[in-house]
């Protein structure tokens, strides 16, 4: 079965981190693709924030 998972940038974590944990878990047949945003958020004092949006799709077992 092919599926997928989303990991977002939220202020307490990133991304990056939580989708390499959970790639870690996977075995490389099982990557089907992994899919990566980034968008420029404004925040205050016209100062930007970055958010990062992966998209991995996966075989489960």
């Known amino acids: ?7 977002l940038d939220t202020d307490s974590s990133y991304a990056e981190s939580k ?3 959970f ?3 996977l075995t490389d ?5 992994v899919c990566y945003g980034s968008i420029l ?3 205050k004092l016209d100062t930007g924030l970055q958010r990062t ?3 991995i799709v996966y075989k489960t077992k």
């Open 19 to 21: 989708a390499n944990q």
């Open 41 to 43: 958020k404004p925040g």
């Open 53 to 55: 949006s992966i998209l």
């Open 1 to 7: 079965m092919i599926q997928v998972k989303e990991f």
């Open 23 to 25: 790639l870690a878990e």
């Open 29 to 33: 047949d099982q990557v089907v693709n």
